[in-house]
């Protein structure tokens, strides 16, 4: 048993996408959250930025007393994720490994298409991962940069959004792509639209949510579940506006962020 709380981080908001299924499947846990709102987007910056990004937000996060640390960005997971798990003492989780393992087993036509931002799809992680696991798997990619900004400003269902996601995911359907790992924490969101675009028989892969899976079976092995009888206490920081972080915030949780939300300097970590 360990009642430390987990720490959670991504480039903004779309890591509490991951958060949420964290509350649903591990209700009794603690999160300390910090969402880099002042740097985001991490999908359109150099890989040397992304890891000096990535290794300020672990630092600041290290300033509590953490049982382990996810990294609920698949751009921040794809680029650095290796490297603060060699640098850092603390188990440290990305969302890439939970989401490939997913769509292995639930691929049976072996098409798996990726979405992601630049520097997600540029990585190439998805692809390896999934290639180490499985070579007779084919994948398709594909950068869905609008995504992001579509999410953040309100458009979750709307035609706009909806048009965009058939030009974008038109590969995927034209070759028969049987499952479509979302690789960003915000595209869950637009998780209706996809659906519709690519039809009832293609299974879409939630990054948050497989992760938060691989979380609770990987605390369970270490006996490090927190007691079923504690209180979560839940803890937002980010590195600009409070305001617009709680207002959007409480979309992506699906429920309001009743506690307050800490602006604190990233640049000095």
């Keep these: 048993m360990d009642n430390r709380p987990i720490g959670v981080f991504d480039s903004g908001l779309g ?11 591990l209700p009794q846990e603690s999160i300390i959250y910090f969402g880099d709102t002042g740097r985001v987007p991490y999908g359109t910056r150099s890989n040397e930025t992304i890891t000096k990004y990535v290794f300020q937000d672990i630092r600041f996060l290290l300033n509590f007393d953490l049982k382990l640390i996810i990294i609920a960005c698949g751009t921040a997971s794809s680029v650095a994720l290796e490297k603060v798990q060699k640098f850092f003492d603390i188990p ?44 007779e798997i084919i994948t398709y ?29 038109e590969l995927f359907r034209q070759q028969g792509v049987d499952t479509v790992i979302m690789g960003c924490t915000h595209y869950p969101l637009l998780r209706k639209i996809i659906a519709e675009v690519m039809g009832p028989q293609v299974e879409l892969i939630d990054p948050g949510a497989e992760t938060a899976r691989y979380v609770r079976d990987f605390l369970a092995r270490r006996n490090q579940l927190t007691d079923d009888n504690r209180i979560p206490q839940y ?35």
């Excluded at 803890?235 to 009743?258: A, H, M, N, P, Q």
């Design 92 to 135: 440290i989780i990305g969302v890439v490994e939970p989401a490939v393992e997913a769509a292995v087993k639930k691929s049976k036509r072996k098409k798996v298409g990726i979405i992601g931002t630049q520097g997600t799809i540029q990585s190439r992680s998805y692809e390896n991962k999934i290639r180490e696991k499985d070579p």
């Design 141 to 169: 990619s594909q950068a869905c940069p609008l995504f992001v900004p579509l999410v953040e400003n309100g458009y979750i269902d709307h035609e706009v959004s909806r048009i965009i996601a058939k030009e974008y995911l």
């Design 15 to 25: 890591g509490l996408t991951a958060v949420k299924e964290l509350m649903h499947q």
């Design 235 to 269: 803890k937002y920081f980010v590195s600009d506006s409070t305001e617009s972080f709680s207002r959007l915030g409480s979309l992506f949780l699906e429920k309001e962020i009743t506690n307050s939300v800490e602006k604190i300097d990233i640049e000095k970590y």
